[in-house]
């Protein structure tokens, strides 16, 4: 099947590239704003797969600062978004270790016994130090509380009723398809192709043509079953990358484009939540915002966002180089939720659901190639997320809807999406832009909490 474009994953960015996007394309008049190449007279045909059953799959809870989604939206917070609440009371608590069961270095125990010890003066509560001071960037005053699965049904709903995106959930993509040139140039390259990379000449580099679909109606061990369906080609100019830290799609081109010099870096963070109804007796409010670390290990960070009619959103992130074979990151979850501080709202509250999300924590100095002949890659794999300031749902959204401008730009233009025009247009606004000035700042924030929580902490405060 032929498009004009078609799209990897339904996240954030993917989101705010459809959004962006969507909104251009035809005008108000009901005529194309641009033509399609593929279907002439109509609007460009645009399709997304989304591997997950459904566009809200998932269990997560976020706090955004919202820049970019207030561009796309200006009017959110009246948008009627379930679940979503304004930032209001917002703390960073040091969590100090009620049972003495963590790896705590010699000078962070001194530092909490002298807490303890002049905890009359702080503001101290429940084994819990309230930080008095916090780097700016810690704090999301002004943003809203999310819940991601609520807030994608939503972003998906105001998509698909402009008429001009179809989103296909259920539907994952197998791997990205290249030209019959990149195919002769790596079939004419003997050796391991993980040594020998495609030749980057402009005559002979790899364009991606489109995607194939993942074959349904297998059985367990991949072989054809009842209602077997062989996955469909997609052929189409541009190719949209935006399937999570660690997509299949994006690992593939990896392996086909490598990555650029001192960009190999990997850092990962298991994210482990929950989600639950707090007690009905709870103080806690809608838009309440809680950031800890310190417990159950110094390094793990969690939170806590309370979302409207007492339902909150908690979990840890665990960082990949814990490598213990009996502290699992359910097992931190379950420490973390039950110190004094956190387990006196949780208490005699109800579990709705749980789950987990890899997070890539490399930044910027895991970006991957941009751009290339005929493909772009926006959000988390395309390493948009801020680890400095715990945000990643906002950065995800500009990059698609800088994309989207980018492509729009072309498109009007009746420009071919090249590497050179895509660099251009896309990775010009990208680096001109907000998330490009915080990524850099952010760049090697993590490098000291492989150390200890000391010299990370410092690293964050220098940054």
Known sequence: MDADIVCVGFGPATAGFLTTLSKQLVNADGTPAVESAVAPGLPPQVLCYERADDIGFGVSGVVTKARALRASFPDIEKAGIPMAAPVGEEKVLYLLDPIG???????????????????????????????????SFLHKHGGMVLSMGQFMQWVGAQVQSTGTVQIWPGTPVAEVL????????????????????????????????????????VDKFGAPGDGFTPGMDIHAALTVVGDGPVGPVGQQLDHLFGLPPDHHTRDW??????????????????????????????????????HPDRVASLGIFVPSWFDSPVRTTYRYLQHWMLHPYLWRYLKGGKLRSWGAKTLGESGRRGEPHLVGDGYARIGEGSGSTNVLTGSGVDEAWATGAQL??????????????????????????????????????????????????????????LA
């Open 404 to 461: 989207a401008e980018a492509v729009l730009e072309l498109l009007k233009a009746k420009k071919p999406f090249t590497k050179e025009n895509l660099e251009a247009t896309y990775v010009q606004r990208r680096r001109a832009s907000w998330v490009e000035a915080e990524a850099r700042v952010a760049e090697k924030s993590r490098d000291g909490f492989q150390r200890g929580v000391v010299t990370g902490m410092i690293g964050m405060a």
């Open 101 to 135: 069961a963590s790896r705590r270095s010699p000078f962070l125990r001194l530092a909490d016994s002298f807490i303890r010890t002049t905890k009359w003066a702080l503001p101290f509560e429940h084994d819990a130090l309230n930080l008095p001071w916090t780097p």
């Open 178 to 217: 290249l030209d019959d040139v990149a195919a002769d140039v790596r079939r004419r390259i003997p050796g391991d192709s993980s040594r020998n990379r495609l030749l980057t000449s402009a005559a002979t580099r790899p364009k991606v043509i489109g995607v194939r679909l993942l074959d349904q109606g």
């Open 269 to 306: 963070a298991v994210g482990m939540k929950f989600v639950v109804d707090l007690p009905e007796d709870t103080p806690l409010k809608p838009g309440t915002v809680l950031h800890t670390f310190g417990y159950p290990e110094p390094e793990i960070f969690g939170f806590l966002y309370v």
